[in-house]
Protein backbone atom coordinates (compact mmCIF):
# COMPACT_ATOMS: atom_id res chain seq x y z
CA UNK A 1 0.00 0.00 0.00
CA UNK A 2 1.47 3.44 -1.01
CA UNK A 3 0.17 6.73 0.72
CA UNK A 4 -0.23 10.00 -0.65
CA UNK A 5 -1.11 12.87 1.79
CA UNK A 6 -1.68 16.12 0.64
CA UNK A 7 -3.98 19.71 1.86
CA UNK A 8 -1.53 21.20 4.31
CA UNK A 9 -0.88 24.74 3.97
CA UNK A 10 -0.80 27.85 5.90
CA UNK A 11 -4.23 28.99 8.28
CA UNK A 12 -4.78 31.15 10.38
CA UNK A 13 -5.92 30.22 14.56
CA UNK A 14 -9.64 29.44 13.97
CA UNK A 15 -9.29 28.19 10.37
CA UNK A 16 -10.37 24.83 8.66
CA UNK A 17 -8.56 22.79 6.51
CA UNK A 18 -8.67 19.75 5.00
CA UNK A 19 -5.95 16.92 4.76
CA UNK A 20 -6.80 14.13 1.88
CA UNK A 21 -4.72 10.95 1.88
CA UNK A 22 -5.25 8.95 -1.21
CA UNK A 23 -4.10 5.17 -1.60
CA UNK A 24 -3.28 2.88 -4.10
CA UNK A 25 -4.18 -1.34 -3.59
CA UNK A 26 -7.01 -2.82 -4.12
CA UNK A 27 -7.47 -3.73 -0.63
CA UNK A 28 -7.90 -0.10 0.86
CA UNK A 29 -11.18 -0.60 2.18
CA UNK A 30 -10.08 -3.71 4.80
CA UNK A 31 -7.41 -0.82 6.14
CA UNK A 32 -7.78 0.60 9.17
CA UNK A 33 -6.62 4.02 9.07
CA UNK A 34 -4.85 6.65 10.80
CA UNK A 35 -3.87 10.63 10.88
CA UNK A 36 -0.77 11.31 13.36
CA UNK A 37 1.38 14.59 13.62
CA UNK A 38 5.12 15.22 14.22
CA UNK A 39 6.92 18.35 15.57
CA UNK A 40 11.04 18.89 15.52
CA UNK A 41 12.04 16.82 18.30
CA UNK A 42 8.82 15.39 19.71
CA UNK A 43 7.56 11.80 19.09
CA UNK A 44 4.22 11.26 16.60
CA UNK A 45 1.45 11.87 18.11
CA UNK A 46 -2.29 10.45 17.03
CA UNK A 47 -4.91 12.52 15.99
CA UNK A 48 -7.74 10.43 14.48
CA UNK A 49 -8.31 6.97 13.42
CA UNK A 50 -11.47 5.50 11.28
CA UNK A 51 -11.52 1.54 11.33
CA UNK A 52 -12.16 -0.33 8.18
CA UNK A 53 -16.04 -0.72 9.27
CA UNK A 54 -15.89 3.16 9.90
CA UNK A 55 -15.68 3.49 13.71
CA UNK A 56 -13.84 6.50 14.63
CA UNK A 57 -11.87 7.73 17.29
CA UNK A 58 -9.96 10.56 18.35
CA UNK A 59 -7.77 11.48 21.22
CA UNK A 60 -10.17 13.88 24.06
CA UNK A 61 -7.79 16.66 22.95
CA UNK A 62 -9.10 16.71 19.12
CA UNK A 63 -12.58 15.35 19.85
CA UNK A 64 -15.21 17.92 18.16
CA UNK A 65 -12.86 19.80 16.15
CA UNK A 66 -10.90 17.24 14.03
CA UNK A 67 -13.33 14.32 11.91
CA UNK A 68 -11.43 12.08 10.31
CA UNK A 69 -13.27 10.02 7.29
CA UNK A 70 -12.93 7.45 4.50
CA UNK A 71 -14.24 6.88 0.55
CA UNK A 72 -13.84 3.67 -0.39
CA UNK A 73 -14.86 3.97 -3.72
CA UNK A 74 -12.02 6.69 -4.09
CA UNK A 75 -9.54 4.87 -1.60
CA UNK A 76 -8.73 7.95 0.19
CA UNK A 77 -8.74 9.24 3.75
CA UNK A 78 -9.58 12.75 4.70
CA UNK A 79 -9.10 14.73 8.27
CA UNK A 80 -11.17 17.29 8.39
CA UNK A 81 -10.21 20.20 11.04
CA UNK A 82 -11.74 23.31 12.34
CA UNK A 83 -11.24 26.04 15.24
CA UNK A 84 -7.37 25.30 14.14
CA UNK A 85 -4.57 26.67 17.00
CA UNK A 86 -1.02 27.82 16.47
CA UNK A 87 -0.38 24.26 18.55
CA UNK A 88 -1.71 22.49 15.69
CA UNK A 89 1.01 23.63 13.54
CA UNK A 90 2.92 20.22 12.72
CA UNK A 91 3.40 17.30 9.98
CA UNK A 92 0.78 15.48 9.63
CA UNK A 93 0.73 11.82 8.57
CA UNK A 94 -1.71 9.44 7.08
CA UNK A 95 -1.16 5.57 7.88
CA UNK A 96 -2.64 2.28 7.09
CA UNK A 97 -2.96 -0.55 9.31
CA UNK A 98 -3.94 -4.46 8.15
CA UNK A 99 -6.03 -4.64 11.35
CA UNK A 100 -9.51 -4.87 12.07
CA UNK A 101 -9.05 -3.25 15.52
CA UNK A 102 -10.77 0.15 15.85
CA UNK A 103 -8.82 1.93 18.24
CA UNK A 104 -5.31 1.95 16.53
CA UNK A 105 -3.42 4.65 18.45
CA UNK A 106 0.56 4.13 18.48
CA UNK A 107 2.30 4.79 15.67
CA UNK A 108 4.02 1.13 15.36
CA UNK A 109 0.53 0.04 15.23
CA UNK A 110 0.65 0.84 11.56
CA UNK A 111 2.25 -0.62 9.04
CA UNK A 112 2.42 2.01 5.89
CA UNK A 113 2.69 5.87 6.10
CA UNK A 114 2.66 8.38 3.79
CA UNK A 115 5.06 11.22 3.48
CA UNK A 116 3.58 13.71 5.45
CA UNK A 117 2.37 16.82 4.69
CA UNK A 118 2.97 20.31 6.83
CA UNK A 119 0.17 22.22 8.36
CA UNK A 120 1.13 25.64 9.43
CA UNK A 121 -1.63 27.59 11.86
CA UNK A 122 -0.10 30.98 12.36
CA UNK A 123 -1.77 33.42 15.49
Known amino acids: VQLQASGGGLVQAGGSLRLSCAAS????????MGWFRQTPGKDREFVAT???????YYPYSNKGRFTISRDNAKNTVYLQMHSLKPEDTAVYYC??????????????????WGQGTLVTVSS
Open 95 to 112: AAADSKSSYLVLPHEYDY
Open 25 to 32: GRTFSTYA
Open 50 to 56: ISWTGTT
